[in-house]
């Protein structure tokens, strides 16, 4: 069993810059790609970025490409999501998310991963 919980959301203007930080607890995370996925009021829990268990290899959300930096310390047993040039439609709860497989690139389904935390709410504002 491996608990995850985010941190870091909250309340900020367009354009500005929010860190995440998901932190593993329970087991390892370092052999697991992971993930961060969000869900806004009334849309599907959508991919935003993932990446492998040695951070070798990311991928992006087109919507966030260029923007939204996935990145991992195996050490702390933590993965990060450093957002810049927020919008509002980037307006959602932030999950992480663990893919027990052993993939070369973290998939973009919900379905395939295994662990996910609480959430952590990120509002943007105009």
């Known amino acids: 069993q491996v608990q995850l919980a985010e941190s870091g959301g909250g309340l900020v203007q367009a354009g500005g810059s929010l860190r995440l930080s998901c932190v593993g607890s329970?087991?390892?995370?370092?052999?697991?790609?992971m993930a961060w996925f969000r869900q806004a009021p009334g849309r599907e829990r959508e991919f935003v970025a993932g990446i492998t268990w040695n951070g070798r290899s990311t991928n992006y959300a087109e919507s966030v490409k260029g923007r939204f930096t996935i990145s991992r310390d195996n050490a702390k047993n933590t993965v990060y999501l450093q957002m810049n040039s927020l919008k509002p439609e980037d307006t959602a709860v932030y999950y992480c998310?663990?893919?027990?497989?052993?993939?070369?690139?973290?998939?973009?389904?919900?379905?395939?991963?295994?662990?996910w935390g609480q959430g952590t709410q990120v509002t943007v504002s105009s």
């Open positions: 329970g087991r390892s995370i370092s052999p697991h790609a």
């Open positions: 998310a663990l893919d027990l497989t052993p993939r070369l690139t973290p998939p973009g389904a919900t379905y395939e991963y295994d662990y």
